[in-house]
C-alpha cells in the first residue's frame, strides 16, 4: 500500500547535539512538507520541497535543515542551533503544492531532549 | 489574532449525540480542509472544500464562502470518533500553504 513512512517514532536529542528525522513516501507525490505540532497549537511548517533538489523555507525553519535528493525522502535535520527542539514532527506529501490536493500524512517523530 | 479559529477547543458528549465542530477563517482561501489525528498522532486527510457540502459516511462538512464559515458535524457520535479534527484553510495569499486552525478535542464517552 502506498503511504509516507516516518522514523523513528520516538527520538532523544542531547544537548548540542544534531539529529535526523527520515520521511519516505511512495506514493509518486512532487510535494513534501514538514511539520511541527506543540500542545495546544495548529501545525507550524518548517520547510517543503516541491520537487527535487529544491525546498523553501517555511514559517519556523530556523535551526533545521531539509534535503530532497530523491523525489521518495525529504529528511529533516534539527540541528543544535534549535533552542527548543522538544515537539512533534510530522511529514507530509502532495501531488503539488498549488491547487487543492489533500495532503498525505506520516505518523510523526516526538523529539525528546535528554 | 489566528487567521484560523476553531470552537470549541475540547468537546465531551455521550455516544449517539450530534457534534458540531467549527471554523472561522479571515483569509481568502481556495479551500478548507478538515483533518483527524488520531490519538498516536497520525493524521488523516477528512474533507476538502470549496463550497456547499461533502459526506461520507457519518461525518458532513460545510462551508459558507461568505460568512468564512466551516463546520464538521458527526451523526450518531461513537466511541471511535475520539480524536482531534483539525481544520486548515489553503490561501493563494500565502503561496497556498495551508493554515492550520489548533484543532478540537472530542471525547465521545460510551
Known amino acids: 500500500d502506498g503511504g509516507i513512512t516516518q522514523s523513528p517514532k520516538y527520538l532523544f536529542r542531547k544537548e548540542g547535539q544534531n539529529v535526523t528525522l527520515s520521511c519516505e513516501q511512495n506514493l509518486n507525490h512532487d510535494a513534501m512538507y514538514w511539520y511541527r505540532q506543540d500542545p495546544g497549537q495548529g501545525l507550524r511548517l518548517i520547510y517543503y520541497s516541491q520537487i527535487v533538489n529544491d525546498f523553501q523555507k517555511g514559517d519556523i525553519a530556523e535551526g533545521y535543515s531539509v534535503s530532497r535528493e530523491k523525489k521518495e525522502s525529504f529528511p529533516l535535520t534539527v540541528t543544535s542551533a534549535q533552542k527548543n527542539p522538544t515537539a512533534f514532527y510530522l511529514c507530509?506529501?502532495?501531488?503539488?503544492?498549488?491547487?487543492?490536493?489533500?495532503?498525505?500524512f506520516g505518523d510523526g517523530t516526538r523529539l525528546s531532549i535528554l | 489574532k489566528n487567521e484560523v479559529e476553531q470552537s470549541p477547543q475540547n468537546l465531551t458528549a455521550q455516544e449517539g449525540e450530534f457534534i458540531t465542530i467549527n471554523c472561522s477563517y479571515s483569509v481568502g482561501i481556495s479551500a478548507l480542509h478538515w483533518l483527524q489525528q488520531h490519538p498516536g498522532g497520525g493524521i488523516v486527510s477528512l474533507f476538502m472544500?470549496?463550497?456547499?457540502?461533502k459526506k461520507h459516511g457519518r461525518l458532513i462538512a460545510t462551508i459558507n464562502i461568505q460568512e468564512k464559515h466551516s463546520s464538521l458535524h458527526i451523526t450518531a457520535s461513537h466511541p471511535r470518533d475520539s480524536a482531534v479534527y483539525i481544520c486548515?484553510?489553503?490561501?493563494?495569499?500565502?503561496?497556498?500553504?495551508?493554515?492550520w486552525g489548533a484543532g478540537t478535542k472530542l471525547i465521545i464517552k460510551p
Open positions: 507530509a506529501s502532495s501531488t503539488g503544492i498549488s491547487g487543492n490536493q489533500p495532503q498525505h
Open positions: 486548515a484553510a489553503r490561501s493563494p495569499d500565502s503561496n497556498y500553504q495551508l493554515i
Open positions: 472544500l470549496s463550497s456547499g457540502k
